[in-house]
């Protein structure tokens, strides 16, 4: 049974500050999602992540995908206080249902 | 752009109730698929359909039932809802390929509907 596991599920950070949002799964796998979710609205996609060694990037956000360790990142750079919001990891199982984390709340202070 | 709309953003119920809530999509997507949230389990898949009148069980589809007779419209029925219902309910549509590993594409969801069964 596919197991998906974010860390930290809450953080703070200051403006400016760099930090990565960590996504461990628990069996094979080959499309993994990250997903935005703002207070009170619905889920927004940010990328999909389909190989090993995959990377994807918007704005300060960059995303990897290192298939073999069973192991997605989700880079902030320069944190700014928009990018407050719930992260959710998101992986496809066998059954090609797609399985979510618990999500990551992040809160960064200005 | 995708839109995904669903029926009621809040719906307050009594235990016993039967309960419709209701998602229609615009852009033609094959599957479609309901998913409850609730603080600190993220989203749990309870129903998703691939075709019309096709559907498949998620991962807690106990005390809920769907209907797909339209490609665009998918309904999550509460036959008779409890206060362990109460939460939030998320629909989300994507197009063909995602269940059989071709597309790429991403799930477009709703904005969700806060039901509160008391």
């Known amino acids: 049974e596919l197991k998906v596991e974010q860390n930290p599920l809450f953080l703070s950070m200051q403006e400016g500050k760099n930090y990565t949002i960590y996504c461990n799964y628990s069996?094979?796998?080959?499309?993994l999602y990250w997903y935005r979710q703002d207070p009170g609205k619905s889920l927004e996609s940010l990328f999909v992540?389909?190989?090993?060694?995959a990377v994807k990037q918007e704005g300060r956000l960059m995303a990897s995908l290192d298939t073999k360790a069973r192991l997605s990142t989700l880079h902030i750079t320069a944190a700014v206080h928009d990018l407050s919001a719930t992260y959710f990891c998101?992986?496809?199982?066998?059954?090609?249902?797609?399985?979510f984390g618990k999500g990551t709340r992040l809160h960064i202070l200005p | 752009d995708v839109k995904v709309t669903q029926s009621s953003r809040y719906l307050v119920k009594r235990t016993g109730e039967k309960v419709f809530l209701e998602c229609v999509q615009d852009?033609?997507?094959?599957?479609m698929f309901w998913y409850r949230q609730d603080p600190g389990l993220g989203l749990r898949l309870i129903y998703f359909?691939?075709?019309?009148?096709?559907?498949e069980k998620g991962d807690i589809p106990e005390g809920y039932s769907v209907s797909r007779e339209k490609k665009e419209r998918f309904s999550l029925i509460l036959e008779s809802a409890s206060t362990n219902q109460t939460s939030m309910y998320l629909c989300?549509?994507?197009?063909?390929?995602?269940?059989?590993?071709?597309?790429?594409?991403?799930?477009?969801f709703g904005p969700g509907t806060r039901l509160t069964v008391l």
């Open positions: 989300a549509s994507s197009p063909i390929g995602l269940s059989w590993g071709i597309i790429t594409d991403t799930q477009y």
């Open positions: 069996t094979t796998s080959d499309r």
């Open positions: 992540l389909l190989s090993n060694g």
């Open positions: 998101a992986v496809m199982n066998r059954d090609d249902k797609i399985i």
């Open positions: 852009m033609d997507h094959e599957n």
């Open positions: 359909s691939y075709d019309v009148k096709m559907k």
